[in-house]
């Protein structure tokens, strides 16, 4: 997916979305905020955006507790959300996920195909990757044929719902730090 980026002289959505601070943002979402800048060492634009909405702050916090404590593995996880992110043109995430995997000492090749939405030298990860594709093409509604597919690299129903709650997570995230226009931060510049 290709995505645009603005000129100097084409407006953004993000002069609306203001980028807030613990002391500016709405008092609900002060203490998240924190909790954010704690946890990563520093306060990212998109946190800092989001806060204008502090439900929708609090909910992207929430649901990704959630996703993070699941069955699936970390790199399984990081699978489904940059092949979330690069779908959805989300620039941002793509960096901050890349990061992810790098921590996580995940293969190049790997991160790189992801990147480039092109098929993944892990027989196992891309069955993920298909199977996220599949269940936003079909609106969940994921044949029987595909199913059995990702079924067949070990993973169970189980699974196959844990996934559907990570792609709910990052299709909020995506589509509200591309409607805020949140840039990439400095720490994620070298992977974007």
Do not use: W
Request: glycine share 4%; aromatic share 6%.
């Amino acid at each position: 997916m290709s995505t645009t980026t603005p000129t100097p002289t084409t407006p953004t959505t993000g002069a609306h979305f203001p980028t807030l601070t613990p002391d500016t943002a709405p008092p609900a979402a002060r203490s998240r905020l924190d909790q954010v800048t704690r946890h990563l060492g520093y306060l990212p634009a998109a946190a800092a955006r989001l806060a204008h909405a502090p439900q929708l702050l609090d909910g992207f916090l929430k649901l990704t507790a959630l996703f993070d404590a699941t069955e699936l593995d970390p790199v399984v996880r990081e699978t489904v959300v940059l092949t979330i992110a690069t779908r959805n043109g989300c620039h941002l995430c793509v960096a901050m996920h890349t990061a992810v995997l790098t921590r996580l000492d995940a293969d190049p090749e790997l991160i790189a195909a992801l990147r480039a939405q092109q098929p993944l030298p892990d027989a196992r990860l891309e069955a993920v990757r298909l199977f996220v594709h599949r269940l936003l093409d079909h609106t969940g509604a994921v044949p029987e044929p595909d199913l059995a597919a990702f079924l067949a690299q070990g993973f169970t129903p189980r699974n196959a719902l844990e996934i559907v709650l990570g792609i709910g997570a990052y299709t909020l995230s995506t589509f509200a730090n591309r409607l805020t226009d949140a840039p990439v931060d400095p720490q994620l510049a070298p992977y974007a």
